[in-house]
């Protein structure tokens, strides 16, 4: 974090950390995966990844916040990213503070994804003072949307995503959004 030391949220069976070095594989192959990638709209080359890295990285440093690495706390098996991320593309509701996640298959049907966003509310809300927070994704990304609702967010609309084909599935989109860390507490 800017003038100090990066704080980052918690979980029960979840480490959310920075990136290091030492993942970089881990994080090509994971955006190399078309099952990981298959709500996306294609597959990321290590260009493109180095890229990803790079941004995702200079977040956590300027803003204290970002996608974090997620390993399990039992294993120390990294499993994805998790976290926060400043979109800024083209909609009405941009700029916002964007909450999303990543896994890897392995780490697929576990609550993982809904455990690390729940701890990554929690504190996005109580640290960093957030008001809102979004989360969208492309309309026929179920999974993502049960875990959005499973947090406590709530649909409030559809919009074609810019960076996205206008030919493309994946071109609808729905957003979320959820205010305040107090809604958290009582789920």
Known sequence: MPGGKLSLPESERLVLR?????????FAAMNDNPQVMRFFPGVMTDK??????????EELDERGYGLYAVELKHS???????????????ADFTPCVEIGWRLVPEA????????????CLKHGFARFGFDRVYSFTACVNFPSQAVMQRVGMRKIAE?????????SILYPHVLYVKDTFRKIERE
């Open 18 to 26: 920075e990136w290091r070095e030492k993942d970089w594989p881990f």
């Open 48 to 57: 493109d990844s180095l890229s990803m890295w790079n941004r995702m990285r």
């Open 76 to 90: 120390g098996s990294l499993i994805g990213l998790l976290g926060f991320h400043w979109a800024d593309f083209e």
């Open 108 to 119: 697929w049907g576990y609550g993982y994804a809904t455990e690390g966003a729940r701890a």
């Open 159 to 167: 919009f074609n995503h810019p960076k996205v084909a206008p030919d």
